[in-house]
């Protein structure tokens, strides 16, 4: 199965030689954003057209060490939508040997340039159709 691919970079690790555990938020967000491009929702132009997805809700739980050079892929599933809010799932596994390392996931908004609530089914249905394709689909990328 395809996902976003991840070099662990060296200022990515801490003390103890392995990656600071914040830096796995930072990659569940690129391989969100990695995903929402695959499936046809380009967030640059979402935020172009007055769109913003801010986290709600963040979870991690880190069941082996990833270290400087490891290369990861990040696996981000829709677990639920509903036009209003986006909840995903992500595996991170080791590339070459598929052991799940880092299993996680998080929970979006859709908010309009004034900060309040919309329906992508309402407001911007092309993007609503993609979410739910992808859903129903279980893709991962195209």
Request: proline share 2%; net charge negative; hydrophobic share 35%.
């Amino acid at each position: 199965m395809k996902g976003y691919e991840h070099q662990a970079q060296y200022y990515e690790t801490d003390q103890m030689g392995i990656i600071h555990h914040s830096n796995y938020i930072r990659w569940f967000e690129s391989a969100r954003i990695w995903y929402m491009n695959e499936i046809g929702v380009d967030y640059a132009e979402m935020e172009r057209q007055g769109i913003v997805s801010p986290v709600l809700e963040v979870h991690c739980a880190y069941r082996s060490m990833v270290h400087f050079g490891d290369v990861v892929e990040i696996i981000p599933r829709i677990e639920k939508y509903n036009g209003v809010t986006l909840e995903l799932s992500y595996e991170i596994l080791d590339k070459k040997t598929g052991e799940i390392r880092t299993t996680g996931s998080s929970k979006h908004c859709f908010l309009n340039r004034e900060g309040r609530l919309l329906s992508l089914k309402k407001e911007k249905p092309v993007f609503d159709q993609a979410f739910r394709h992808a859903q129903a689909s279980g893709d991962v990328g195209r």
